[in-house]
């Protein structure tokens, strides 16, 4: 039945089988799965592509770094959506306990009622405050005791500051939501309260306008408010600066923190992450008004 080969076809019989063998193998290997690579290019896979939303609610004083950094985040990782809103410390950190945030922005720390809902603080900045008042009352340094009887109530009239100005003093607040006025009140007043009277303004921006709008009024803003329409006056003969809170001799700042209810994870993490990366601490966060988190420990 078989035909006998000879020497000669009986090689190239051999060397053809090798040959199929051979590609055989190699036609096998370029079809075997492309396991990791989408691009099916060969690469290592690229990194996986953020997307999702980032919701941030809280302090009016903390909004202004807040959106920058949602801005140039957003920039980088446009499948990203960053919404940022105020509505004062007390709101961002309920937010962010009810899960109705991602992160809950403050002027302060959680208090003992949030100890059980498993926040984790991420400071971010220090934001220097001012005591501000309009630019047409004739006053550029309050003391403690002056600005505390000024925001009790027990001094009304600029005449008791400067024993000349007859005019009745405006006091303009923020709500007892405000991380603002919880600071002014632990630092200035001691913890006493605040006079009823006045005018109460939902954010800082609100406060800076109240402020340069309003004949002898008196506010409190942190200091990226600040603008032409109102004057900054020093705290016990000391104004604000890098140096000088750095040196401990001006105590009008506030700790700015982002709280996420457990560690956080995805575009979260990687958001606080721009934040707390160096080019933006060293560069955007005090072009921003504000100083670097890292200040008082250097």
């Not at 006998?4 to 063998?21: D, E, Q, T, V, Y």
């Not at 720390?109 to 991420?122: F, I, P, R, S, T």
Request: a neutral charge.
């Amino acid at each position: 039945m078989f035909k006998r080969l000879s020497k000669k076809g009986f090689s190239s019989a051999l060397i053809a089988i090798l040959m199929m063998g051979v590609l055989s193998a190699c036609g096998g290997q370029s079809a075997a799965p492309a396991d990791t690579n989408p691009s099916g290019n060969g690469a290592a896979p690229a990194a996986q592509e953020l997307s999702g939303t980032v919701t941030a609610s809280g302090s009016s004083a903390l909004l202004p770094l807040a959106k920058q950094a949602a801005t140039e985040f957003m920039d980088k990782n446009p499948e990203v959506t960053v919404n940022v809103t105020a509505g004062g410390s007390g709101t961002g950190l309920k937010n962010v306990a009810d899960g109705t945030s991602n992160i809950g922005n403050s002027d302060i720390e959680a208090g003992d009622q949030y100890k059980d809902k498993g926040l984790v603080d991420h400071v971010v900045a220090i934001a220097p405050f001012a005591l501000i008042v309009n630019k047409g009352v004739p006053v550029d340094n309050l003391t403690k005791a002056q600005a505390a009887d000024i925001f009790t109530g027990k001094i009304t009239n600029w005449k008791e500051i400067d024993g000349k100005t007859d005019a009745k003093i405006v006091v303009v607040h923020r709500p007892d939501s405000s991380g603002s006025k919880a600071l002014v009140k632990k630092i200035v007043l001691d913890n006493k309260e605040f006079t009823k009277d006045g005018v109460t303004q939902e954010s800082s921006g609100a406060v800076a306008t109240t402020v340069g709008s309003t004949a002898n009024a008196i506010g409190y803003v942190d200091t990226p408010y600040l603008n032409d329409s109102i004057k900054a006056v020093k705290f016990d003969g000391v104004a604000f600066s890098k140096e000088s809170i750095k040196e401990g001799k001006y105590p009008l700042y506030g700790v700015e923190h982002m709280y996420t209810k457990g560690e956080p994870t995805g575009a979260v993490k990687a958001f606080l992450d721009h934040i707390m990366s160096p080019e933006f601490q060293t560069q955007k966060v005090e072009q921003l008004k504000f100083l670097p988190a890292d200040l008082l420990k250097k």
